[in-house]
């Protein structure tokens, strides 16, 4: 059974960056099958799909137009997880972010972060 | 404004059966495999349907998808109070490689 454990600050600083991990359970990051996502969801934006790290005998990246300017999500062998960097944030960037496992169907999902953006 | 359209809200008597829609183009619904996603209050989305009409393991049979050219549908039979929840449509964006969501639709059952 996969299972995804998410981890990271809470509240973030505006113009600061966001950071959060996705630890891996029940499968690797470095699958030749899986793709693992990060998606937020606020009550303006509904669900909004941010990026995705995959590995096909190597590492490929695929991010959202809207943030593509300030995220980077990169793979972390050596702890099977990935984590997710949004930096320049404003209170627009609040939101619950998840992350998932999926290469188009998102199959398993972390339990979500509520991240508050203020001073 | 969500790239695929789903209605805002539907809804039924236990018992009855409902169907949800997602439209969207060719470079997304038209071209990809179609997902649908449940979500209760308080908690992360749940793969209902993949592959356009394919259930996970546990997914009830109540549960069915479909799709037609740019269109997609979620039907649900045999409604319970506890199938009251958020769901969405996605899918894969073939012009921005991106995954894409509907903007959810609120069932309630009455």
């Known amino acids: 059974q996969v299972q995804l454990q998410q981890s990271g600050p809470r509240l973030v600083k505006p113009s600061q960056t966001l950071s959060l991990t996705c630890a891996i359970s029940?499968?690797?990051?470095?699958?030749?099958?899986?793709?693992w996502n990060w998606i937020r969801q606020s009550p303006s934006r509904g669900l909004e799909w941010l990026g995705r790290t995959y590995y096909r005998s190597k590492w490929y990246n695929n991010y959202a137009v809207s943030v593509k300017s300030r995220i980077t999500i990169n793979p972390d062998t050596s702890k099977n997880q990935f984590s997710l960097h949004l930096n320049s944030v404003t209170p627009e960037d609040m939101a619950v972010y998840y992350c998932?496992?999926?290469?188009?169907?998102?199959?398993?999902w972390g339990q979500g972060t509520l991240v508050t953006v203020s001073s | 404004q969500s790239v695929l359209t789903q209605p805002p809200s539907v809804s039924a008597a236990p018992g009855q059966k409902v169907t949800i829609s997602c439209s969207g183009s060719t470079s997304n619904i038209g071209n990809n495999y179609v997902s649908w996603y449940q979500q209760l209050p308080g908690t992360a989305p749940k793969l209902l349907i993949y592959?356009?009409?394919k259930r996970p393991s546990g997914i009830p049979d109540r549960f069915s998808g479909s799709k037609s050219g740019t269109s997609a549908t979620l039907g649900i039979t045999g409604l319970q109070t506890g199938d009251e929840a958020d769901y969405y449509c996605g899918t894969w964006e073939s012009s921005l490689r991106a995954v894409v969501f509907g903007g959810g639709t609120k069932l309630t059952v009455l």
């Open positions: 592959d356009n009409n």
């Open positions: 029940g499968d690797s990051v470095s699958s030749n099958s899986a793709a």
């Open positions: 998932a496992r999926g290469d188009g169907d998102l199959d398993y």
